[in-house]
T-cell receptor, first 113, second 112 residues
Framework: EDQVTQSPEALRLQEGESSSLNCSYTVSGLRGLFWYRQDPGKGPEFLFTLYSAGEEKEKERLKATLTKKESFLHITAPKPEDSATYLCAVQKRNSGGYQKVTFGIGTKLQVIP | DAGVIQSPRHEVTEMGQEVTLRCKPISGHNSLFWYRQTMMRGLELLIYFNNNVPIDDSGMPEDRFSAKMPNASFSTLKIQPSEPRDSAVYFC??????????FGPGTRLTVL
């Protein structure tokens, strides 16, 4: 069974204090790994898609990386507006055409001014 | 584009009542997903439609839950009868091809 484990569950950072969120996954045949941001009371908002080990994507203070077993979301010099829950999801490669997506529970990030 | 539209945004009902949640996907997207989100279990896939056809409904909790997609621009998720343990936030998401999903704002359901 596909599994996605995110750690830590919650993270509190001072403004400017860089850190990383982890997403460990077990899936037979990865088609893609997604990172989403979710603000309270809103739906998840797409950030990145990573397809193969070694791939990196960047957006402002965020950088996502991928290995064969895990992905990291690096946050450089975070600001209070980066506070949100960050969700990781894996999409399985399926020859039948159905590409199921499995989400992790998420990491709740709080950045303190 | 207006994004994925869901209604209502909030629903409070009493146990035993029928609840219908509605979703309008992004135009041109051929896949639609219904999720349920709780603190304990996170985002759980309930059902997935591709080209208006249900492909995977293995996540539907029980027969009290049903979903339809009569056309490419509308889907409903119905709970009948509702129970307190159905209280959660229900999200609809749409996707074009095998790419990322775009989520709606969600419906917060409270069953008393």
């Amino acid at each position: 069974e596909d599994q996605v484990t995110q750690s830590p569950e919650a993270l509190r950072l001072q403004e400017g204090e860089s850190s990383s969120l982890n997403c460990s996954y077990t899936v037979s045949g990865l088609r893609g790994l997604f990172w989403y941001r979710q603000d309270p009371g809103k739906g998840p908002e797409f950030l990145f898609t990573l397809y193969s080990a070694g791939e990196e994507k960047e957006k402002e203070r965020l950088k996502a990386t991928l290995t064969k077993k895990e992905s990291f979301l690096h946050i450089t010099a975070p600001k209070p507006e980066d506070s949100a829950t960050y969700l990781c999801a894996v999409q399985k490669r399926n020859s039948g055409g159905y590409q199921k997506v499995t989400f992790g529970i998420g990491t709740k990030l709080q950045v303190i001014p | 584009d207006a994004g994925v539209i869901q209604s209502p945004r909030h629903e409070v009902t009493e146990m035993g009542q029928e609840v219908t949640l509605r979703c309008k996907p992004i135009s041109g997207h051929n896949s639609l997903f219904w999720y349920r989100q709780t603190m304990m279990r996170g985002l759980e896939l309930l059902i997935y439609f591709n080209n208006n056809v249900p492909i995977d409904d293995s996540g539907m909790p029980e027969d009290r839950f049903s979903a339809k997609m009569p056309n490419a621009s509308f889907s409903t998720l119905k709970i009948q009868p509702s129970e307190p343990r159905d209280s959660a936030v229900y999200f609809c998401a749409s996707r074009r091809g095998g790419n990322e999903q775009f989520f709606g704002p969600g419906t917060r359901l409270t069953v008393l």
